[in-house]
């Protein structure tokens, strides 16, 4: 079975930078858009970026300009580059991904145990 697991969060000053990653493991055949989602306490979750496999990105309007999200097919990993963090930024941040398993016909999605981001004022 697939799954998928975060690293790179922890606890960084206002201003300041994270990068987080996610791979992709198990039986996978093949893995189409990958995301990144955050969920703040007492708050849904929430869309942070977005990328296909051929590379088209999808970005929340709270953090254009400051986000990047890029992929590398061949390692299945996504990443998340975060600059100019602000309190805001603070939550749990969640990969996900649409993967078809090997023998299957049908993508389903897949989730991340999620890692903490935390941004001090």
């Known amino acids: 079975q697939a799954r998928l697991v975060e690293s790179g969060g922890g606890l960084v000053q206002a201003g300041g930078s994270l990068r987080l990653s996610c791979v992709a493991s198990?039986?996978?055949?093949?893995?189409?858009?990958m995301g990144w989602y955050r969920q703040a306490p007492g708050k849904q979750r929430d869309l942070v970026a977005t990328?296909?496999?051929?590379?088209?990105?999808n970005y929340a309007d709270s953090v254009k300009g400051r986000f990047t999200i890029s992929r590398d097919n061949a390692k299945n990993t996504v990443y998340l580059q975060m600059n100019s963090l602000k309190p805001e930024d603070t939550a749990v941040y969640y990969c996900?991904?649409?993967?078809?398993?090997?023998?299957?016909?049908?993508?389903?999605?897949?989730w991340g145990q999620g890692t903490q981001v935390t941004v001090s004022s």
């Open positions: 996900n991904a649409d993967i078809r398993e090997w023998g299957r016909l049908t993508y389903l999605t897949y």
């Open positions: 198990g039986n996978i055949g093949s893995i189409n858009a």
């Open positions: 990328i296909t496999s051929d590379g088209s990105t």
